[in-house]
């Protein structure tokens, strides 16, 4: 796993560096689009470039937010507008039958709202939840904000 964790660190290390707030904006967008570079690290840098003078502690939040959120809805768009398709043509090559996404999707409407919320709270798993928020169709009003509980009538 280190030779590919590795990289993405030096990655982000030779970036903030030369780039500043571009470059926390759009490592966290990478972040949240699925592609795992350390949140942590990512904001890490952030925050000693702050201790340096080189950049502000409000520069660098709004950077690591809104790249946040920018990934996060690229994710839900391909999910949404490709997904379940794609799921359902090469599934079979990582062993997803159609019975297996039927069944995650049954799960899904039951549970996908606090799985989205609680996941969002999760290392490594918060990179990838958007992805199947879009799959599920989970509705974009709320996927950002996610209001607790979404219930759907009848239940």
């Keep these: 796993m280190q030779h590919i ?13 030369p780039y500043g707030v571009i470059a926390v904006f759009l490592l966290m967008a990478l972040e949240s689009a699925c592609i795992p570079i350390p949140s942590e690290v990512i ?6 470039q702050v201790a340096q003078g080189k950049m502000t502690l409000l520069e660098v939040t709004a950077a690591g937010v809104t790249g946040n959120m920018a990934g996060s809805w690229l994710a839900y768009a391909a999910g949404r507008y490709g997904g379940r398709g794609a799921l359902e043509r090469y599934g079979k090559y990582i062993f997803l039958s159609s019975e297996k996404l039927d069944m995650a999707d049954k799960w899904w409407a039951r549970y996908g ?3 989205v919320f609680f996941s969002r709270m999760l290392p490594i798993i918060r990179t ?18 996610i209001p607790w509980p979404a ?5």
Excluded: E, H, K, V
């Excluded at 990838?128 to 904000?145: T, V």
């Design 43 to 48: 904001m890490l840098l952030g925050g000693f």
């Design 128 to 145: 990838f939840i958007s992805l199947p928020a879009g799959i599920g169709r989970m509705p974009f009003a709320r996927f950002p904000l």
């Design 5 to 17: 964790i590795g990289p993405l660190i030096n990655l982000a290390t030779d970036t903030i560096g």
């Design 151 to 155: 219930r759907s009538p009848g239940r």
């Design 113 to 115: 709202s606090p799985a």
